[in-house]
């Protein structure tokens, strides 16, 4: 379990972690919400180490690894897969080169082993036969799913999504999120989300935190956060459901403003 426990964190005079407490179950898909520009990328670095809080705690599975070296995140990090916004996909190699990429630098396993991993990950993703394409040559369904493959090639125990459907087409968009949640529940995985897609939580969640003004100011189950009370979680819900997403809403305010 990953437990974050009074976070904070500013970058110059901008304060975007306000005490953050929460708690991500094990085995379970948790999805992060919030406007854009509310931290929940930052949240995300903040769990694998690549940014440390200025003040609070961040645990995973009981060890605190707030204060741990870059040389012990390194090991940690054996633990995760993260897929992020833009897929970062290795452009000079072909698909099958970018999912064996971490075997070869992470693992002593023979080069038929790699082989043979590299070819379960890209059937589960349903793309063995585009193994010899270049990332160039592929559509941007295709890229996620790559990356997705490359992301469980070392078989993680927690694996993070930063916004895995953004720029997909809407049914692409669902069957991406089918295969994330089909994968985190074949593995067991303990499973992040940061998305702004609220139809798409409310399909794929076991768990949904809101985060607002560098807080948690909502979670629970997709039930429990259809139903909140909150006023910013109902007004995000709203506006989701009118088609029209928040932060659209704030730019039409202030060219309004002008
Ligand atoms: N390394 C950094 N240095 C300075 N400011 C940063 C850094 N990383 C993020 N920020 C700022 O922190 C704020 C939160 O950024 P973050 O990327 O977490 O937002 P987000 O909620 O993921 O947004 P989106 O939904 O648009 O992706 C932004 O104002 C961003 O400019």
Not at 18 to 42: A, D, Q
Not at 71 to 96: C, H, I, N, P, Y
Not at 122 to 151: D, F, H, I, T, W
Request: aromatic share 6%; with cysteine; glycine share 8%.
């Amino acid at each position: 379990m990953v437990k974050l426990v009074d976070l904070y964190k500013s970058f110059g005079e901008q304060t975007v972690l306000n005490g953050i407490n929460l708690e991500i179950p094990r085995g379970k898909l948790t999805f992060i919400m919030g406007r854009s520009g509310t931290g929940k990328s930052v949240l995300l670095k903040h769990i694998i180490g690549l940014l440390k809080p200025d003040r609070g705690q961040i645990l995973i599975d009981g060890q605190d690894v707030t204060h741990l070296s870059e040389k012990e995140w390194q090991r940690l990090r054996r633990k995760f897969g993260f897929l992020f916004q833009e897929g970062a996909l290795f452009d000079s190699m072909t698909v099958a080169e970018n999912v064996a990429f971490p075997l070869i630098e992470h693992t002593k396993l023979s080069k038929k082993e790699i082989q043979r991993k590299v070819e379960e990950k890209l059937s589960q993703v349903g793309l063995l036969e585009a193994r010899n394409k270049y990332p160039a040559e592929l559509s941007g369904g295709m890229k996620k799913r790559a990356a997705l493959a490359r992301a469980l090639a070392l078989e993680p125990e927690i694996i993070l999504f930063d916004e895995p459907t953004t720029g997909l087409d809407p049914m692409l968009q669902v069957a991406t999120m089918k295969l994330i949640r089909k994968t985190q529940q074949q593995y067991g995985l303990t499973g992040v989300v940061v998305t702004h897609d609220v139809p798409i939580a409310l399909m794929a969640a076991d768990y949904i935190a809101f985060l607002n003004e560098g807080r948690v100011v909502a979670e629970g189950t997709p039930e429990e956060i259809k139903k909140s009370e909150h006023p910013f979680v109902r007004e995000f819900l709203k506006s989701a459901f009118e088609g029209c997403y928040p932060e659209e809403g704030r730019d039409v305010q202030e060219k309004h403003g002008d």
